[in-house]
């Protein structure tokens, strides 16, 4: 008996990559309940783009610069979506806001990684922002991307201390350290159905407690 389709999955990227690199190194486990179907960046000198193309994984850079409007950009960035029979957007590092029309059209079945404990901290500089408040918690989120930029229902959140020596670099190594073990197990919950978007909420689907209780963690350094 062929065990069932797994959903497909476009990661969409705009430069280093590394959450990428998680969400693919996940789904070589034979469980992981996700096929990569392909990465897709919006530089096509994201250094991982060139990864995930040495991986021999499906890749696509294409440039926003050559588009002239956002609607025409996310018009071809839908073509190749559907063609490629995606299911799940995975925004993985993709630093370019999306038009209403094409969130709507995703609502569901785009979700985001963002390196603060979302709502605190949209936007950019998070973790020089998180020290010049002096937070003493940190952390990162993943959540289904709504038509405000880091906004939208919260699926997991990951919680990392803030030492007192630290530099935004040492933080951000700490939070993205974090986002790699957090994301691979969000995107599970999602692809697998066991957390769904309700309006603006989230409802979770025979999620047992085990796996609402991995959703948050603490991760020392
Ligand atoms: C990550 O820290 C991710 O959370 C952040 O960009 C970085 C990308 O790194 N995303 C956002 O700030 C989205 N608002 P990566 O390319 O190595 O995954």
Request: glycine content about 8%; aromatic content about 6%; hydrophobic content about 50%.
């Amino acid at each position: 008996m062929t065990a069932p389709a797994k959903p497909r999955i476009a990661i969409l990227i705009s430069g280093r990559g590394s959450n990428m690199q998680a969400l693919v190194e996940a789904a070589r486990a034979p469980d992981y309940p996700v096929e990569i179907a392909l990465v897709i960046a919006n530089r096509p000198d994201a250094p991982g783009l060139a990864w995930a193309k040495a991986q021999g994984l499906s890749v696509l850079g294409f440039d926003h610069k050559h588009y002239e409007s956002r609607e025409h950009f996310e018009g071809q960035l839908q073509n190749v979506l559907e063609l490629s029979r995606v299911d799940i957007v995975a925004l993985a590092g993709f630093m370019r806001l999306m038009t209403a029309s094409f969130v709507a059209r995703w609502y569901g079945r785009m979700i985001n990684i963002h390196p603060s404990l979302l709502p605190v901290f949209k936007g950019l500089k998070t973790h020089e922002r998180a020290l010049e408040a002096g937070v003493r918690i940190a952390g990162c989120t993943v959540h289904f991307v709504s038509a405000e930029m880091d906004a939208g229902p919260i699926i997991g959140q990951a919680a990392v201390p803030v030492l007192a020596s630290d530099t935004a670099a040492t933080l951000a190594a700490r939070v993205l350290a974090a986002e790699h073990v957090l994301y691979p197990q969000m995107l599970a919950l999602v692809a697998t159905g066991k957390v769904r978007v309700d309006g603006d909420k989230i409802q979770w689907q025979d999620a047992g407690i085990t796996e609402i209780n991995q959703s948050t963690m603490l991760v020392s350094p």
